[in-house]
């Protein structure tokens, strides 16, 4: 029977019925104070890249452009990550009230929800509820409206600039930064992107003030955060847990007692192998003890029956379909690292061609232009470093 | 003028003719039509007045967005990790079974298609898949000779809360 | 303007804010590799070749796509550096068919010579081709594609897109499937392609070249049977020399004619003579359109009138704006003058059977090899122009044939159809025609020369965009009357995308123009997508200076005054516009679809 070492948290599911007052309550605070409140908070992003939420907002705030935007980027395609979709079914009115002060500070009349085209099955009651959002703003004479714009089935679409490129109409490859999204982002306007369950965050932390969040978690990583647990385990499904816990806390309460290996944050992040279970803490990069990773919540179990080679078979497979297919290290990266750990299994090149894959991985990883191609080599390295001799026998 | 001219006019009467219209567009024509004819395209193209070859580029960037003929039904069964170890590929086999048809193929009567698809978002309820939009997760062979044979029958496909889950 | 200081290479350096870091490395001469990049296009920032570390920073940097800060520390050699190019380039080779000792690119690849910097080594990744199906489009008889060579740099999308505005090439799918494409798939010659081959020209392997007539043109010559007729272009001698070893901006006009009869061509003509025939019918017509339109009141005639030299141009109005073909010149160009004058009054007066002639013709241009096979172009009764060569591929004949070009004596054209003015010349230039158009038109309504010094019309030079020039009509010739005090609004595009606005500000009624050059390249002819490799904009301006130095060094400089033109109005057309040119120098266009 899985333990319960964590402390489950109900922060973000909570159903909270008072959507419209802490909107309103919110919104007649000065900015300036709000901001404060998040960067307090130590708010990041929880879509994994984890950049501060308060001073993505004052950036944009502070930036000139006849237009703003704000996006809520739902556009959840990490494999093992499945909490943006529970989070806008159950609790959409705390996004769109997260969406709806952004807009205020940083003068945005227009924002969108970024749907993948696999949750479109959401498209009717999201829009039923905006409808009753609007009632709202349009109440409290705010201008402001939220559109949903719905994706068609491209995982890169979730790097906030290949989603800008998908909303205007074009392939959803990821532009050069700079300029960055709160310069220059949707139709090169100052534009907020955040994730689903940072605006979810923000609600919270708007309704109940900057201390309470800043009490949990650690250091860099403050704060509660949406797991979505899948693989081998008895209990798989989504939980708010506190921000800094250790992996074998995490296998003890979540595993089958036989796990050998924990994915931290989908195909793009850690594997972490059963050594390093005790050691390894779930946060953004900070001054953990030990290895610290960062993760989009993404948690996926594989107990020792399973091969961590048809593990990684399987992500590279994935990133090969998935990359945009425009800069070089990741269209042709990943092919090679695919047909790359198939021809070591087949005998076809010797063991000593898995180092020139890590090679070639870590040059991805430092040359690639966006999100994907740098975050191959996470999932790659890790497996092959830590699972070498499942990779050749 | 032929229901694909009329139907993207339409589209584009709705979404307005800017490039931000270009993937609503699109996404109607394919719930209409289930894929995106040439013939459709052009209209696209011309509607919007950009080229024919930047609306073929754009919609075979997105998987969801065929630019070949579909069955009334697609079934897009999720390949992606989690859903692997559940067993996918068993459910693969018994859809092939059932429909007679192979990944990738449309049966002869237009009524299925059969695919794969990367992560559905579904993983704590592998093996998973979407039929048209709606999701069917936690399936067993049982469930999908279910689902297959009612909606051979014709019957309406299901929802997220369909008994069939 | 603000600067920015920052450190490359140790070395301290002060660039105007904005300027990249590639562009910033080039002005302390450090160079940093690129395929991606071209200084035409947009940036991309998609192949990371150029990538550079920046101290401090874990990630690479791309130098094509990275503004300089201040500051910054940046280093474009280090170990980090070099083994992460090194890597690309290696990616890059394992998804490219490296046939290069078939390849028409040999020598002139991009991803060949820093393959051969970088010593990729023999320690390859697998061959990602030999997996891949792959199809080779060679049906248009213009440009040749071949995906098996692509490195999906896209420079030929921007170039299709950005700079012509056209549209006929894509990228398409994603991942490991993505390429470049064109609608659906389908080969070049059935989408809206104009042929114009800028994309051909930056290309940086053999994934887009001409379809190339080389072996077809050694045939012809080696075949006793057959007499040989070649004419070239006005912007090939002053690009030639660039393919063959030579610094930008040489006129190699006279070592041309010399290589092409060392080559054996037996009559060595110039398209010259024809681009001046050309501006004797289109000038003509211009005026007999103001009068249609301003005297007559003709409904059926149309202003402004556009030139029609330009195949690309012409393709691109059949299928952008079929509206206005009725303002298109109805005079051919040069080249199908020229043809069509070969094979009737040339082979009667040299005495040789139409039929017993090849006629060749060497162009800066791609589309004038489809031009060429237009089901129209047979005036003559035979295919007016047989073969049409590339200047690039002029130059590989050069070599095959071992000629020593840079030593060689400068020779005349034949007599006959060789003679040329300065105006013919400055048809390859932007601007060109116009001015040549100008020079005659002028002289014949006025009796008097172009109020220009030295006839240089110099609103309607330069590399401007779109140029706009106003010439006040005064005391005209009595059969001109009807001009006096008319302004006559000119009007100069090159490049389509250029075309596009003047087009469409034509179409909205916010111009009123009467005439209108447009060049489907950029530059013009100099800059035509036959032209050699590189072609950039310091490039087209070395071209372009060398043009109009041929023009100023020609004794004539007004295409009327051509002897060879007034002969042959004498013994064979007797007039302009008269029936004989309807029959032979004139053409009609064909509606395209644009979708």
Not at chain 2, 58 to 64: E, I, L, P
Not at chain 2, 94 to 108: A, F, M, Q, Y
């Given at each position: 029977?899985?333990?319960k ?9 909570k ?13 007649a605070?000065?900015?300036?104070e709000?901001v ?9 992003g ?9 001073l ?8 000139e452009?006849?237009?703003?935007y ?13 909490k ?10 705390k ?5 709806a ?7 945005a009349?227009?924002g969108?929800?970024y749907?993948?085209?696999e ?14 959002f609007?009632v709202?703003?349009?109440?409290m004479?705010?201008?402001f409206?939220?559109?949903i ?7 890169i ?5 290949a ?5 205007e ?5 990821p532009?050069?930064?700079p300029p960055?999204?709160t310069?220059?982002g ?7 992107i955040?994730?689903?369950e ?24 403050r704060g ?5 647990v899948?693989?081998?385990?008895p209990i798989?499904?989504i939980y708010?847990l506190?921000?800094g816990?250790?992996?074998?806390k995490?296998?003890e ?12 944050g ?11 279970f005790?050691n390894?803490k ?6 953990l ?8 919540g993404?948690m996926?179990?594989?107990n020792?029956?399973r ?9 590279l ?6 990359s945009?297919?425009?800069c070089?290290?990741?269209r ?11 021809a ?6 010797s063991?000593?061609?898995?180092n ?6 870590e ?6 232009k966006?999100?994907?191609?740098q975050?191959?080599?996470?999932s ?6 830590n ?7 | 003028?032929?229901?694909t ?8 009467d709705?979404?307005g ?7 609503p567009?699109l ?8 894929y ?9 193209a ?5 080229s024919?070859a930047?609306?073929?580029g ?7 967005l ?7 039904y697609?079934?897009r069964?999720?390949?992606t990790?989690?859903?692997?170890m559940?067993?996918k590929?068993?459910?693969?086999q ?15 009567d237009g ?8 992560c559905?978002?579904q993983c704590h309820k592998g093996?998973?898949?979407?039929i048209n ?8 062979l049982e469930?999908?000779r279910?689902i ?6 014709g019957d309406?496909?299901g929802?997220?809360s369909n008994?069939?889950? | 303007?603000n600067r920015?200081?920052?450190?490359i ?12 870091l590639?562009?910033a490395?080039?002005?302390l001469?450090i ?11 947009c940036?991309?920032g ?9 101290v401090?920073?874990?990630r690479l ?11 910054m520390?940046?280093r ?7 083994n992460?190019?090194k890597t ?5 080779v ?5 046939d290069?000792t078939?390849?028409f ?13 970088y ?11 030999s997996?891949?199906e792959?199809?080779?489009d060679?049906?248009?008889p ?5 995906d ?8 030929c999308?921007?170039?299709?897109d950005?700079?012509?505005a056209i ?7 994603k991942g490991?499937d993505?390429?470049?494409s064109?609608?659906?798939?389908k ?5 809206i392609?104009t042929?114009c081959?800028q994309?051909v020209?930056?290309?940086?392997t ?5 379809h ?8 012809a010559?080696?075949?006793p049977?057959?007499?040989v007729?070649?004419?070239?272009a ?12 030579m610094p930008?901006?040489?006129i ?7 290589a092409?009869?060392r080559m054996?061509f037996?009559?060595?003509?110039d398209?010259d003579f024809?681009a001046?025939l050309?501006i004797?019918?289109?000038?003509n ?6 009068k249609?339109v ?8 149309h202003?402004p009138?556009?030139?029609s ?8 109005i059949?299928?952008m704006?079929?509206?206005y073909?009725p303002?298109?010149?109805t005079?051919?160009?040069p080249q ?16 040789i ?5 090849v006629?060749?013709s060497?162009?800066p ?6 031009e060429a096979n237009?089901p129209?172009?047979h005036s003559?009764?035979?295919k ?9 591929e002029?130059?590989?004949?050069i070599?095959?044939?071992g ?9 005349e054209f ?7 003015s ?5 048809f390859g230039a ?7 158009a ?9 009796g008097r020369?172009?109020?220009f010094?030295?006839?240089?019309i ?31 609004k000119?009007?100069i ?7 596009k ?14 005439f ?9 002819c ?9 072609t ?10 060398a ?6 060094g020609?004794p ?10 007034i002969k ?13 040119s309807h ?12 979708y």
């Open positions: 029977m899985p333990k070492n964590l402390k489950r948290l109900d922060l973000i599911f159903n909270e019925h008072d959507g419209e007052k802490v909107l309103m309550k919110t919104l605070r000065p900015a300036q709000i404060n409140y998040l960067i307090i908070s130590g708010l990041k929880r879509g994994g890249a984890g950049y501060p939420t308060g993505k907002w004052k950036l944009a705030s502070e930036a452009g006849e237009m703003k704000v996006i809520c980027n739902a556009d959840e395609g990490e494999p093992g990550t499945f943006d979709r529970e989070i806008l079914s159950q609790v959409p009115n996004v769109l009230v997260g969406m002060v952004c807009a205020k500070i940083i003068g009349h227009q969108f929800i749907l993948r085209g949750y479109k099955f959401l498209l009717q009651q999201l829009n039923d509820v905006i409808d009753d609007h709202w703003t349009n109440k004479g705010m201008d409206r939220v559109n714009f719905l994706g068609s089935g491209a995982y679409c979730g790097e906030e600039t989603l800008f490129e998908s909303m109409g074009f392939r959803g490859e532009r050069n930064k960055f999204p310069q220059a949707y139709r090169g306007m100052p534009t907020v955040n994730n689903v940072t605006l979810a965050h923000a609600f919270s932390i708007f309704k109940y003030g900057p201390e309470m969040f800043k009490d949990l978690g650690v250091q860099d990583s509660s955060k949406v797991f979505s899948s693989g081998d385990t798989p499904g708010e506190e921000f816990m250790s992996v074998q995490f296998v309460d979540f595993g089958d007692g036989d796990a050998k290996a924990v994915q931290v989908g195909a793009a992040g850690f594997c972490v192998p059963r050594k390093k005790v390894t779930i946060g953004y990069q900070g001054k003890t030990g290895e610290s990773l960062p993760t989009g993404s996926m179990i594989f020792s029956s091969s961590m080679y048809n593990v990684l078979h399987n992500y497979d994935f990133f090969v379909e998935e945009c297919g425009q070089t290290p990741c042709v990266g990943t092919q090679q690292l695919l047909l790359g750990i198939e070591v299994k087949k005998g076809e090149r063991s000593d061609y898995l020139r894959l890590l090679d070639l991985a040059n991805m990883r430092v040359t690639a966006c999100g994907l191609g975050s191959v080599a996470n790659f390295s890790s497996i092959v470093e699972f070498k001799e499942e990779m050749i026998y | 003028m032929t229901e001219v009329n139907l993207v006019k339409s589209l584009a709705k979404y003719r800017y490039h931000e219209s270009l993937l567009i996404q109607g024509v394919v719930q209409e039509e289930k995106l004819s040439e013939e459709a395209m052009v209209e696209v011309r509607e919007l007045d950009i024919a930047r609306v073929f754009t919609a075979s960037f997105y998987s969801f065929n630019t070949k003929p579909m069955g009334e697609v079934i069964v999720c390949k990790i989690t859903c692997m559940h067993g590929n068993i459910i693969i018994e859809l092939e079974k059932n429909l007679k048809i192979r990944v990738g193929e449309t049966s002869h009524k299925f298609t059969l695919l794969e698809t990367n559905l978002g093996p998973a898949m979407l939009d709606t999701p069917y997760t936690d399936l067993t469930k999908i279910d297959i044979q009612s909606l051979k029958k309406l496909v929802s997220i008994p069939l889950n | 303007m920015v200081n920052l450190n290479d140790s070395i301290q350096v002060s660039v105007a804010q904005g300027t990249t590639l562009n490395a080039k002005e001469k160079k940093i590799p690129t395929l991606c990049h071209h200084e035409d296009l940036v991309a998609n192949c990371r070749v150029c990538v550079v570390e920046q401090g920073s874990d940097l791309p130098a094509c796509a990275t503004p300089v800060s201040e500051g520390e940046i474009t050699n280090s170990l980090k550096v070099r992460a190019r690309v380039i290696d990616l890059l394992s998804e490219h068919r490296a290069c078939r390849c690119k040999n020598g002139n690849c991009e991803l060949q010579q820093l393959s051969s910097e010593l990729i080594g023999e320690d390859s990744y697998i061959d990602l081709v997996l891949k792959y199809t080779i060679y049906f248009s213009s440009i040749i594609k071949d098996s060579k692509c490195i999906r740099c896209q420079r999308v921007r170039t299709c950005e700079l012509q549209g006929a090439l894509t990228v398409a799918y490991e993505m390429k470049i064109s609608f659906f798939e080969p070049m010659y059935e989408v392609c042929n081959g994309c020209n930056r290309c940086p053999g994934a887009l070249v001409e190339n007539y080389i072996d077809e043109v050694w045939a010559i080696s075949n049977n057959k007499h007729v070649v004419q070239t006005p912007a090939v001698r002053i690009a030639l020399g660039e393919a063959l070893g930008p901006g040489n190699v006009t006279g070592k041309m004619v010399g092409l009869r054996g037996n009559s060595v003509l398209t024809t001046d050309t004797i019918e289109e000038g017509e211009l005026l007999q359109r103001l249609s301003l005297v007559d009141k003709n409904p059926d005639v202003l009138m556009t030139t030299c330009s195949p690309g141009w012409v393709k691109y059949e299928h704006y079929p509206d073909l303002n298109l010149s005079a051919k160009s199908q003058m020229f043809g069509a004058l070969a094979k009737t009054y040339y082979a009667k007066k040299m005495n059977e139409p039929e017993d002639m006629s060749v060497v162009m241009c791609t589309a004038k090899k489809y237009r129209e172009m003559s009764g035979y007016d122009v047989d073969l049409v060569l590339t200047t690039r002029l130059a590989k004949m070599q095959q044939a000629i020593g070009f840079e030593s060689l004596e400068n020779e034949d007599s006959f159809m060789g003679v040329s300065g105006a013919g010349v400055i932007t601007g060109g025609v116009m001015e040549a100008l020079r005659t038109a002028y002289e014949v309504v006025t020369e172009v109020p010094k030295g006839l240089n110099t609103p309607v030079r330069g590399m401007d965009e779109v140029k706009e020039a106003t010439i006040k009509i005064e005391d005209a010739l009595p059969e001109w009357d009807f001009l006096n005090g008319v302004e006559l000119t009007c595009a090159h490049g389509l995308a250029n075309a606005i003047v087009m469409d500000k034509v179409k909205n009624g916010e111009a009123s123009y009467h209108i050059e447009i060049m489907a390249c950029p530059g013009g100099l800059g035509g997508g036959g032209q050699p490799i590189p950039n904009a310091a490039i087209r301006q070395q071209r372009s200076d043009i109009y130095r041929e023009d100023t020609k004539i400089r007004k295409s009327h005054e051509n002897p060879e033109i042959l109005y004498k013994e064979f057309l007797k007039k302009p516009l008269g029936h004989k029959e032979l120098l004139h053409t009609s266009y064909t509606e395209r679809n644009r």
